[in-house]
């Protein structure tokens, strides 16, 4: 790498993210994997807190999570630094990428269950010992659905903020207007932030993760060869044939982060490729499902596009828009 791209590590690599710790954490983990390739890479993260991290009110108000990645995509664009760290679930399938970006690579990904925590001192651990009407926090549509379908004798109440913020609020700590029995967050993102606390963790049969669920996007300028090359020496290609079926699903919805819509991918031991796509209404009382497989071994946008077709198929767009049959 050095010998075909001389800009590095003389070259100072400015990467940005968004300022949460969890963002902060997942950028460490991306630099530590680009220095097993050049040792004495110089970094320099610039933290951002996005109009999004601000809003404490529903995204979809605000115009979606898309917010998450926009500021920081026009500093790329602009030249203010060299790389950003998006986690793939935020960015929108709706629209295409902003002018002149690229994803380089994709971290290879982690385990995408959802696991329902509980209150320090409770005694319920699983989701259905959870007594009627329960209050369960969460912030995603996704996971509000899902959680409906299961159970609808309960009621789901959003939440924001860090996630050490959610904890303090389910446990007490931090004053808020319901009395919460449980609250659902990401495994993978409580490993990355090293929070170790049991909890009922959800079966991808129980809770479908979001499109491109706890994968690490590294995106860069289209004409910046030099961080092209350095981002694409840490890609894991399994992950990013994985996450193109799940984008293309989405995009082919014309699904944003806020939409109510499912979708993961996973490779079987042969190479053969696997998609399963749910869409819902908010309250999980309807739904559309499709399981679709990649018997040869193909061009993965080709399977999303075939799950958007079977999902679109079932009135997936009259089910995403709430209109009534």
């Not at 390739?37 to 404490?56: G, M, N, S």
């Not at 996971?143 to 299961?150: E, F, H, P, V």
């Not at 959610?166 to 993102?189: H, P």
């Not at 009382?285 to 399981?291: D, G, H, L, R, T």
Request: aromatic share 4%.
């Amino acid at each position: 790498m050095t010998a075909d791209h001389p800009d590095f590590p003389k070259r100072l690599l400015r990467i940005g993210t968004r300022s949460s710790p969890l963002a902060l954490a997942q950028t460490e983990m991306v630099i530590a994997a680009l220095r097993e390739h050049e040792p004495d890479l110089r970094t320099e993260v610039l933290p951002v807190t996005t109009e999004a991290d601000l809003w404490q009110g529903d995204l979809a108000q605000l115009g979606g999570k898309g917010l998450y990645t926009r500021q920081i995509d026009t500093m790329l664009q602009r030249g203010e630094v060299d790389m950003a760290v998006h986690c793939v679930k935020d960015v929108p399938g709706d629209v295409p990428l902003p002018a002149g970006l690229v994803f380089a690579a994709y971290m290879e990904r982690p385990d995408v269950r959802d696991v329902l925590l509980f209150p320090e001192g409770s005694e319920h651990t699983s989701l259905a010992d959870l007594p009627p009407g329960a209050v369960i926090l969460s912030s995603a549509v996704r996971r509000k659905a899902q959680i409906l379908r299961a159970r609808p004798d309960v009621k789901v109440v959003r939440v924001r903020g860090a996630v050490g913020s959610r904890l303090e609020k389910l446990d007490g700590r931090k004053k808020i207007d319901v009395r919460a029995d449980g609250m659902i967050l990401a495994v993978a993102g409580l490993a990355r932030l090293g929070i170790e606390r049991p909890g009922y963790v959800l079966g991808t049969d129980e809770m479908l993760p979001a499109v491109g669920a706890g994968v690490l996007g590294l995106e860069c300028r289209q004409g910046d060869h030099a961080v092209g090359a350095l981002l694409e020496r840490i890609n894991h290609p399994r992950t990013q044939r994985e996450v193109t079926a799940e984008r293309v699903m989405l995009h082919g919805l014309r699904g944003h982060c806020n939409s109510p819509i499912a979708g993961y991918c996973t490779t079987e031991g042969d190479g053969q490729l696997s998609l399963r796509g749910m869409v819902f209404d908010r309250e999980g009382s309807k739904f559309a499902n499709v399981m679709v497989w990649d018997e040869h071994q193909a061009d993965p946008a080709v399977l999303g596009a075939r799950a958007c077709a079977e999902l679109l198929r079932q009135d997936a767009r009259r089910i995403i828009e709430g209109i009534p049959h």
